[in-house]
T-cell receptor, first 112, second 116 residues
Framework: DAGVTQSPTHLIKTRGQHVTLRCSPI?????VSWYQQVLGQGPQFIFQ???????GRGNFPDRFSARQFPNYSSELNVNALLLGDSALYLC???????????FGQGTRLTVV | AQSVTQPDIHITVSEGASLELRCNYS??????LFWYVQSPGQGLQLLLK??????LVQGIKGFEAEFKRSQSSFNLRKPSVHWSDAAEYFC??????????????FGQGTTLQVKP
């Protein structure tokens, strides 16, 4: 069975640009969550989506947005990139909103 | 405030020795608890979880953890460490109940180094 897949695996962007990260959950899972992991720290919660609706939002600026599609895949968008947005962005898939979460390999974003 | 504390930033053990990684949490709601492992540059792999019931839970790769409500702890243990266990370990807590989001709060992580 395929696990959580994220694309791209790496990308480099310039300050002020926009980026879109993509995530495909495990088949049968209806919830997708996004986390940001800065080097040397634990992941920080950004968003959770369930059945295409936002169910939770972390303490991130409005430059961060996300959505979930009818096939339960998800996109994370970040506008007006800052150097501090450089991080590993992790997508987590779960059957429901309060069940165990399975993580993808992440997208390494570098902002220069 | 909701938080997870992993007091040990870095731990070194000899191969074959026992291991205990500490995790303390502060959470108002009834928690559910996880341990994840992360190899360099990789995503997180779920080692084990506690939702309810037996407070001693078994996970993959020979790991176990014990939930102690009175101490707000969920320590991870392994009786004999293998060199392949060297990685970063994260404790995470979430809340039961539909009124809470499904977000997980993670600790800072503990880096495990294994000596030959």
């Amino acid at each position: 069975d395929a696990g959580v897949t994220q694309s791209p695996t790496h990308l480099i962007k310039t300050r002020g640009q926009h980026v879109t990260l993509r995530c495909s959950p495990i088949s049968g899972h209806k919830s997708v969550s996004w986390y940001q992991q800065v080097l040397g720290q634990g992941p920080q919660f950004i968003f959770q989506y369930y059945e295409k609706e936002e169910r939770g939002r972390g303490n991130f600026p409005d430059r961060f947005s996300a959505r979930q599609f009818p096939n339960y895949s998800s996109e994370l968008n970040v506008n007006a990139l800052l150097l501090g947005d450089s991080a590993l962005y992790l997508c987590a898939s779960s059957k429901g909103t309060h069940t165990e979460a399975f993580f993808g390999q992440g997208t390494r974003l570098t902002v220069v | 405030a909701q938080s997870v504390t992993q007091p040990d930033i870095h731990i070194t053990v000899s191969e074959g020795a026992s291991l205990e990684l500490r995790c303390n949490y502060s959470y108002g709601a009834t928690p559910y608890l996880f341990w994840y492992v992360q190899s360099p540059g990789q995503g997180l792999q779920l080692l084990l979880k506690y939702f309810s019931g037996d407070t001693l839970v078994q996970g993959i790769k020979g790991f176990e953890a014990e939930f102690k409500r009175s101490q707000s702890s969920f320590n991870l243990r392994k009786p004999s460490v293998h060199w392949s266990d060297a990685a970063e370990y994260f404790c995470a807590v979430g809340a039961h109940g539909s009124s809470n989001t499904g977000k997980l709060i993670f600790g800072q992580g503990t880096t495990l180094q294994v000596k030959p």
